[in-house]
Nanobody
Framework: QVQLVESGGGLVQPGGSLRLSCAAS????????MRWYRQAPGKERELVAF????????SYADFVKGRFTISRDNAKNTVYLQMNSLKPEDTAVYYC??????WGQGTQVTVSS
């Protein structure tokens, strides 16, 4: 069975950093692209970042470009989201997904003074 488990969220001050992890199991990880989404209360879930199966291609939403970096370690079946220069508007539950069909449980990121 496909499982995705996010971790690494927490409370940080504006300007701070967090690194999120998504541990994958139950499928051949290295043949699938992965994505990070986020959802704030009362808002639609929105795409944050994309990474191709081997990690050679990445893309980002405009609102995180230059601040966030997606990466993956296929030997560890894990995808990461390094978040720097965090802003209060980054506060959301962050999810990783394969295909938009399989999702993790999410990890809460709160950016506040």
């Amino acid at each position: 069975q496909v499982q995705l488990v996010e971790s690494g969220g927490g409370l940080v001050q504006p300007g701070g950093s967090l690194r999120l992890s998504c541990a994958a199991s139950g499928f051949t990880f290295n043949i699938y692209a992965m994505r990070w989404y986020r959802q704030a209360p009362g808002k639609e879930r929105e795409l944050v970042a994309f990474i191709s199966n081997a990690g050679g291609s990445t893309s980002y939403a405009d609102f995180v470009k230059g601040r966030f970096t997606i990466s993956r370690d296929n030997a560890k079946n894990t995808v990461y989201l390094q978040m720097n220069s965090l802003k209060p508007e980054d506060t959301a539950v962050y999810y990783c997904t394969r295909d938009g069909k399989y999702w993790g449980q999410g990890t809460q990121v709160t950016v506040s003074s």
